[in-house]
């Protein structure tokens, strides 16, 4: 199990430098779940959308990819909103970081699961926090 960043799953569904170490961490998270925070569907949706609009991804592409997601065993917080103010924004604050990218840096603390991610800020912070990096 573990807290999986958005950067690992779009780097798995769109070629990049990261995209055979991607795939291999969400062949693991088909084998063991995962967790994320509740803005997970909508920014994996969103960029994913800007894709497909930009003409680099056609829509049963876009549908396709969110329906492989769908089936994965991944559990959406339901305390991220919950978190955002009295958590999450002080570690955004302390560590320089998105409110976005510290909901993914508070779960993983929250749980003590590891958090996979290819984001070197989020990454760099999750090391400072004390949060294990897959």
């Not at 997601?69 to 999450?88: F, G, M, Q, S, V």
């Not at 604050?93 to 409110?99: A, F, K, Q």
């Amino acid at each position: 199990m573990m807290i999986l960043d958005a950067s690992v799953v779009l780097a798995a569904l769109l070629p990049e430098q990261h995209s055979d170490r991607a795939r291999d961490i969400l062949a693991q998270v088909a084998a063991e779940g995962a967790r994320v925070p509740s803005l997970w569907p909508l920014e994996i949706g969103n960029v994913l959308l800007l894709v497909q609009r930009r003409g680099q991804l056609r829509a049963e592409e876009r549908l396709s990819f969110l329906d492989q997601l769908d089936r994965l065993p991944i559990a959406i917080d339901p305390e991220t909103a919950a978190r955002a103010w009295p958590d999450i924004a002080p570690l955004a604050e302390r560590h320089r970081l998105t409110l976005y990218d510290a909901a993914y840096l508070e779960l993983s603390l929250r749980a003590a699961l590891p958090l996979a991610s290819f984001d070197a800020a989020l990454c760099r912070a999750a090391a400072e926090a004390g949060a294990a990096l897959l």
